[in-house]
C-alpha cells in the first residue's frame, strides 16, 4: 500500500513522475565530497533534503523521484543488476523482505543501532528481518477508527471500543436504516493483516533461510470468525473500500466509519468534501484492553548492496526520518506522517487535518497508536498472498462460505509459491 498523505491527496496520487536516470550509486569519498542519489516517490522531497544539503557540504544527496509505490522496487532490481542503482531507495515496508532476498539491499544494522530507539518497536520492526536491519523507517500508518461523529450521534450510537461493541453498533445502524451501514467487511490483505497484528500473529516469520507460514494460525482463524459473523448477519458493506460505489455511500452520508492507517483523513476528504468537519477519528476497536493496534501502510528507506557510502547514507537518513528537524520537515512538507517519536511530537502543536474539525487530541492519539502497533514481519512474497487473500475471500463471501475456508487457500498459495521459488519453509 502506498505512502498515505495526511492532508487533502488521496489514494493513487503517489504515482511516478519521470523516469528513471541512468546514474549509479554515489560518488566521490577519500578526502572529497560524497553524492549520494536517492530515489523514492514522497512529494516535495526536494525541498527537505535542500535543507540538508545547505548545512552538510560533504554529503550532499540527490534526489530522483523516479516512480511510484508499486513501480520502484521493480525498477530498483532492474538497476541494481545493471549496476546503475542509486544509494538510498524508499519502499514500503512489506516489500523490502522481497529485496532482500533478492540481494539489493545492504544490512546497515551496525550503522543504525545508534538511533534505533527514535523509532517504535512497531515501525521498526517493519525494517529488519532475521534480526537484521534493512531499512530505516520514514513514515508510519498505525490503524485507527475514523468515523461521522454526527451520524453516530443520529443513530444513537456510542464510538466502540471493542470489537463487540463495533458488532452491536453496526447491527443498530443498520436496523434503523438498511442503506447505511458502520463499515466494511475487510477484503484486502492489508487490513485484514492489520487486523491479525493487533491480535498478536504474523503471516510469515523466519529464521536464518527458513520461512513459516502461518496466514491459517489461531489468532488470523480467530479475526477471521469475527468477521464471518459480520458477514453472515448482513449489516456491514460487502464490497471493497474506494470503489466508486463504496466513495457514493461515503459521500451520501451512509458508510459511518473507515478502519485505516493513521493517513485516512486525506483520503476520506478527497472522496468526500463536503463532509469535512463532521469526523473524528479514536482508537482502533480491540479484542482485549491490552492490545495495540496494527499497521496499514507506511514506508522505509534502505541502502543499496552497491553503494560504497553505508556510513554517509545512514548519517543522512538518521537525519531525514530520525531528527526533529528531518522528520519535522517530512511532515510540515511532504505531509507525511512520520515514523519517529522526534517527528511525531512536533505535531502535537499542528493543526489537525480539516476532516476532523476541531478534534485537537488527534495526533496525541495517533501517537499513541503508532507507539503501541504491534510488530510486523512481512515476506518475501507479500504480494502473492494479498492477492490471493482478495480472490479466495471474494469466492467465499458470494457462495455464503468463511473467512477460515479463505484462509486455508492463501495458507496454502502462500507455501505453495515461496517453494515454487526455492525458499525453504517449515512444515
Known amino acids: 500500500m502506498n505512502v498515505r498523505r495526511i492532508g487533502a491527496l488521496g489514494v493513487g496520487l503517489t504515482v511516478a513522475a519521470g523516469l528513471l536516470t541512468g546514474c549509479s550509486a554515489g560518488s566521490g569519498g577519500d578526502d572529497g565530497p560524497v553524492t549520494l542519489t536517492y530515489w523514492g516517490w514522497a512529494p516535495n522531497m526536494d525541498e527537505v533534503i535542500g535543507e540538508w544539503n545547505a548545512a552538510n557540504p560533504d554529503i550532499q544527496v540527490k534526489y530522483t523521484e523516479a516512480a511510484g509505490a508499486s513501480d520502484l522496487p521493480p525498477k530498483l532490481l532492474s538497476a541494481e543488476r545493471a549496476g546503475n542503482g542509486p544509494d538510498m531507495a524508499q519502499a514500503e515496508y512489506q516489500k523490502i523482505p522481497s529485496l532482500v532476498v533478492s540481494g539489493v539491499v545492504q544490512d546497515i544494522t551496525e550503522q543504525t543501532e545508534s538511533f534505533r530507539d527514535e523509532f517504535s518497536d512497531g515501525a521498526w520492526a517493519q525494517t529488519t528481518l532475521d534480526g537484521a536491519t534493512y531499512a530505516v523507517p520514514q513514515d508510519a500508518g498505525p490503524m485507527m477508527m475514523f468515523y461521522r461523529k454526527d451520524l453516530l ?3 444513537g450510537v456510542e464510538v466502540p471500543t471493542t470489537w463487540d461493541e463495533y458488532q452491536r453498533a453496526a447491527e443498530t ?64 458493506y460487502e464490497q471493497p473500500y474506494l470503489t466508486p460505489e463504496w466513495n457514493k455511500l461515503l459521500t451520501d452520508g451512509k458508510m459511518l466509519s473507515w478502519n485505516a492507517g493513521v493517513w485516512a483523513p ?135 462460505g468463511s473467512y477460515a475456508d479463505a484462509l486455508t487457500s492463501v495458507q496454502k498459495t502462500t507455501v505453495d509459491d515461496l517453494e515454487k521459488n526455492g525458499f525453504d519453509v517449515s512444515k
Open 173 to 236: 445502524i443498520h436496523a434503523a436504516d438498511p442503506s447505511v451501514y458502520l463499515g466494511t467487511l475487510p477484503q484486502d490483505g492489508a487490513t485484514f493483516t492489520g487486523y491479525v497484528q493487533q491480535a498478536g500473529g504474523q503471516w510469515w516469520t523466519s529464521k536464518g533461510s527458513t520461512w513459516t507460514v502461518d496466514a491459517d494460525g489461531a489468532e488470523s482463524t480467530e479475526v477471521g470468525d469475527y468477521w464471518t459473523g459480520l458477514a453472515d448477519s448482513d449489516v456491514l
Open 266 to 400: 486525506g483520503v476520506i476528504e478527497n472522496v468526500a468534501a463536503d463532509t469535512a468537519g463532521n469526523w473524528a477519528a479514536a482508537p482502533l476497536p480491540s479484542f482485549s484492553a491490552d492490545q495495540g493496534t496494527g499497521s496499514m501502510g507506511g514506508s522505509a528507506v534502505l541502502v543499496t548492496k552497491s553503494s560504497e557510502h553505508a556510513a554517509e547514507a545512514t548519517k543522512f537518513l538518521e537525519w531525514l526520518n530520525g531528527s526533529e528537524e528531518g522528520s519535522g520537515l517530512l511532515a510540515s512538507v511532504s505531509n507525511l506522517y512520520p515514523a519517529s517519536t522526534a517527528g511525531q511530537e512536533q505535531l502535537a502543536s499542528a493543526p489537525v487535518p480539516a476532516l476532523l474539525g476541531d478534534q485537537s487530541d488527534f495526533y496525541s492519539m495517533a501517537a499513541e497508536a503508532s507507539a503501541t502497533a504491534a510488530p510486523a514481519i512481512w515476506g518475501p512474497n507479500v504480494q502473492t498472498s494479498f492477492d490471493a487473500f482478495s480472490d479466495a475471500l471474494a469466492a467465499q463471501l458470494r457462495d455464503g
Open 153 to 155: 450521534a443520529q443513530y
